[in-house]
């Protein structure tokens, strides 16, 4: 069965302290690796798509990368307004996306 | 451009009770799918529609159905409401089948009492 593990479950950081956000996934022939950003009560909102290992891509502070087993979320420099949960979800085969529970990120001034 | 479009936004019923909710895909878009997500985790896959016809369903009671209209708007249907029911609905579309990046409504929360 696919699965798609994030860590940690939450994590708080000060301004400017970069971190990284982990998806770990169990699927059979990736076809996509998504990551999500989602504020409270509203849907998700799109920020990368990685096709295969080894790819990167970088949005403002953001940068996403993906081996064969996991994903990361480089957050560099934070700022306040990065705070909400970071959703990462695998698509395999025929198979509709499989989410992780996501990171919820704290931001502090 | 106008994104995916959900009504309603919130939504409160008791249990027994029927709900539709209704969903616009991005203009060009003609796949929608439909996602249950409930407090501390990730959507679940409902339903998805590509021309009209279902492409994939979820592990959810048959009291769950949906349909894609000709302009490829989307309702979904829950009856005999649960308080188990009372989530987050998001509607997402893609240009195509899902096999491609997803973009996601705003949602319509529903609470079951």
Known sequence: EDQVTQSPEALRLQEGESSSLNCSYTVSGLRGLFWYRQDPGKGPEFLFTLYSAGEEKEKERLKATLTKKESFLHITAPKPEDSATYLCAALSGNTPLVFGKGTRLSVIA | ?113
């Open chain 2, 1 to 113: 451009d106008a994104g995916v479009t959900q009504s309603p936004t919130h939504l409160i019923k008791t249990r027994g009770q029927h709900v539709t909710l209704r969903c616009s895909p991005i203009s060009g878009h003609k796949s929608v799918s439909w996602y249950q997500q409930v407090l501390g985790q990730g959507p679940q896959f409902i339903f998805q529609y590509y021309e009209k016809e279902e492409r994939g369903r979820g592990n959810f009671p048959d009291r769950f159905s949906a349909r894609q209209f000709p302009n490829y708007s989307s309702e979904l249907n829950v009856n005999a409401l649960l308080l188990g029911d009372s989530a987050l609905y998001l509607c997402a579309s893609s240009p195509r089948a899902y096999q491609e990046t997803q973009y996601f409504g705003p949602g319509t929360r529903l609470l079951v009492l």
